[in-house]
């Protein structure tokens, strides 16, 4: 067999290759506070802002004027009679609701504890609308209207509250302002469609309000509830200001009152 010998050297062998490397440790730190705030981001979410802003009721058409006007209305009739009903049967009384003269004039706990309650909601369709805010309007605001709680001078001729506002900056104004989202990141909705209706402390129920009268109506119990149970709000953001139109687009609320009439359901 043949042997073969190889000297080896005793000194390290190595291979270089030609890479390029280039070291720069600027902007790093930079780099990883960005990457941490990422993963913040991630795990955390990114911040929403809640902040509200104030709306106020927008200026009359040619005045400075500002004040909103509602105007409820309660039917004064029987609930068996609305298929022969007119209008004349709503009343703008708290007097055929149930109250006595003495509970509105000596301001007696089931008339106090009693209120309206106009919700706001994104869309007329009962199947798919939220709820996204309500505000109250107390039976201790509003006009006067005289009634008598004795036959004997002067409490023959006394006035007492009726359900018709008048809110503003001043004076009654629990009502008048509207507070929603300040920006539109969360929801941009700006469109609301508003309900309304009277809590009865007497009677601890609710009840709703229409607004037009069932006697205006062909069939007084079958028609389309997104017509006939809401006004539409429109929130101007440039101005921090809202308006009301009706079901023919016209704007209410100003001379012409937000009326709403009690609705009776069908006899059982």
């Known amino acids: 067999m043949n042997k073969f010998y190889f000297t080896l050297p005793d000194v390290t062998q ?24 990422e993963v913040l981001e991630t795990v955390i979410g990114v911040p929403t ?10 200026e009359h058409l040619n005045s400075q004027l500002t004040d909103i006007n509602y105007q409820f209305n309660f039917f004064s009739g029987n ?85 018709k506002f008048k809110l503003d900056y001043v004076g009654d104004k629990e009502g008048f302002f509207l507070y929603w989202l300040r920006k539109k990141d969360f929801l941009d909705i700006s469109t609301f469609y508003i309900s309304a209706k009277f809590f009865n402390a007497n009677l601890g129920e609710f009840v709703r309000m229409m607004n037009r009268p069932q006697s205006s109506l062909p069939n007084k119990f079958i028609f389309n509830s997104d017509e006939y149970f809401y006004y539409k709000v429109e929130l101007n953001y440039s101005g921090k200001t809202y308006q009301v139109t009706d079901y ?9 009152p937000i009326l709403w009439y009690e609705y009776i359901n069908p006899p059982q």
């Open 14 to 37: 190595g291979i270089q290759l030609p890479l390029e490397m280039k070291w720069d440790f600027d902007g790093r730190n930079d780099s990883i506070e960005v990457y941490e705030d």
């Open 79 to 163: 609930p068996i009679t609305v298929t022969s009903s007119t209008i004349s049967n709503w009343v703008n009384s708290y007097l055929v609701e149930g109250f006595s003269s003495d509970d509105l004039y000596y301001y007696r706990r089931p008339f106090t504890k009693s209120f309206f309650k106009l919700d706001f909601y994104d869309t007329p369709n009962t199947t798919t609308q939220t709820n996204y805010f309500t505000i109250i309007i107390p039976t201790q605001q509003g006009e006067t209207m005289t009634a008598s709680i004795s036959p004997l001078s002067p409490f023959n001729n006394v006035k007492v509250k009726k359900p």
């Open 248 to 256: 023919n687009n016209s704007r209410i609320g100003t001379t012409t």
């Open 49 to 58: 802002d809640y902040e509200i802003l104030r709306f106020s009721h927008n």
